[in-house]
């Protein structure tokens, strides 16, 4: 019995030792993939935080890429500021300014034909006040007449469009032209418009305009010290181009693809870009008071926010659509997961369908062979929507934050409509003659009933 007892303890003893040691193996086997899994989240994370990182770059040189390329785009970002009331006013202030200081006040009546000093004096007299701020105010109103007519919008559209490359100059540091950098300020040169003022004060009857010669006077559209700086930025963004923003996306791709928890990471890089081009939209707004607050008094502050705004208009829109985006793709991705409240989405979507189905049947609405094709294809053509839509937003010029909020609803609509299709409660109905359906069909587990 003693023999017994000891051989069953060592028997014992080798079962725990057999545990242990297989214990031990497994710990060790199971060690490995978790390092795995730890450096492929590490991975996945440095990727997707330098693809948000370069995320809002990637607007910018997108925007500044657009600006400088295009003509027609640039042409469109600055033409309404011709309409602009602030604008407006600034260039009739700056015109005025320049046409007062080369007029002789104290041969403006003597010099004017005897026939026009009737019509001279009685406009001068109309406005008040001395010579000097009557002529003023007349020639102030002969300016706003121009900057609100068509002509000057004429004029600056056309300006605008022939100096396209002088724009690019003047931003990148280089060559002469209608648009160029003075002392850290990007100025256009109004001497059409004086043009234009002159010849109306000549109709008036101020003949002494005449005489003025040909003036060519500045109007700001940027002014910085740091203006160098911004010429070194802007050119590095220019050469970037449309890549970084691509690059950007791709970094965020591949965190997502290197990622072990693939849909919870595509969630969080989606928020990520919708952040990151909204802290751009943030210091966007914050530039702007810093930078019109640094302008001297000489520049009017409503104008150059005018101006800033327009240039800006197409990179908030831009921002706007990826927020947009950003949201809508991570929505779309957590609410296709396996989560409770995900899940119970789901379930109101699809009972929702279902009962919008058996309301269509009883009222004898009948899909037809349609139903039955879609149910056996209802993968492919839910993937086939997704790529239509992914299609529409790719080949779309401009996309906006509207847009992509037009394509998503779109896209629901259309997966509703396949899943109303596919929903039929019958099958059988569907798929026999009318003159063979029996009254009462049988339910899809129980055999047909004899004709």
């Known amino acids: 019995m003693q023999g017994q007892g000891e051989e069953s303890a060592g028997e014992i003893a080798a079962l725990r030792a057999r545990i242990a040691a297989l214990e031990a193996e497994k710990a060790t086997a199971q060690r490995p993939p978790r390092e795995h899994h730890r450096m492929r989240a590490l991975l996945s994370t440095l990727l997707i935080v330098i693809g948000c990182v370069l995320a809002p770059l990637g607007i910018v040189a997108a925007w500044t890429s657009q600006i400088v390329g295009n003509t027609d785009r640039y042409v469109s970002t600055v033409a309404p500021l011709a309409s602009d009331p602030d604008v407006q006013e600034a260039v009739a202030n700056r015109v005025t300014n320049a046409v007062k200081e080369r007029l002789d006040l104290a041969t403006l009546l003597t010099d004017a034909a005897p026939e026009d000093r009737p019509l001279l004096e009685k406009a001068l007299g109309k406005l008040g006040g001395s010579l000097e701020d009557a002529v003023a105010s007349f020639v102030k109103e002969k300016a706003r007449d121009v900057v609100a007519s068509d002509a000057f919008e004429n004029i600056w559209t056309n300006a605008n469009r022939t100096i396209h490359t002088s724009v690019v100059r003047a931003l990148t540091g280089s060559g002469d032209g209608a648009v160029e950098i003075k002392n850290d300020t990007v100025t256009v040169d109004l001497a059409p418009v004086v043009e234009q003022v002159k010849q109306r004060l000549v109709d008036s009857g101020m003949n002494v305009a005449a005489k003025i010669p040909e003036i060519h006077t500045d109007f700001t559209v940027v002014q910085s010290e740091d203006i160098g700086r911004v010429k070194t930025g802007f050119r590095l963004l220019e050469l970037a181009g449309v890549w970084l923003p691509i690059v950007a996306v791709l970094l965020v791709v591949a965190g997502i693809l290197t990622s072990v928890h693939r849909r919870r990471t595509l969630v969080a890089g989606a928020l990520g870009l919708a952040f990151a081009a909204l802290v751009l939209g943030v210091v966007l707004t914050v530039f702007r008071t810093v930078y019109l607050n640094a302008l001297p008094d000489t520049v009017s502050q409503p104008a150059a926010g005018s101006v800033y705004d327009a240039m800006i208009r197409l990179l908030r829109t831009t921002i706007r659509m990826v927020v947009v985006l950003g949201v809508v793709v991570a929505l779309a991705a957590w609410l296709s997961g396996p989560g ?69 609803l779109a896209l629901l609509f259309a997966l509703a409509v396949a899943e109303f299709l596919a929903a039929d409660s019958h099958p059988e109905a569907a798929d026999e003659p009318a003159d063979k359906v029996s009254p009462g069909p049988p339910g899809p587990s129980s055999p047909p009933g004899p004709s």
């Open 340 to 408: 409770r409240y995900a899940t119970a989405a789901r379930s109101l979507w699809h009972s929702g369908i279902s009962s919008t189905r058996a309301a269509a049947d009883r009222l004898g609405l009948r899909t037809g062979p349609v139903g039955p094709f879609v149910r056996r294809h209802r993968t492919w053509i839910t993937w086939g929507l997704v790529a239509v839509a992914a299609l529409v937003y790719i080949l779309w010029s401009y996309p906006t934050g509207w847009v992509v909020l037009g394509l998503a």
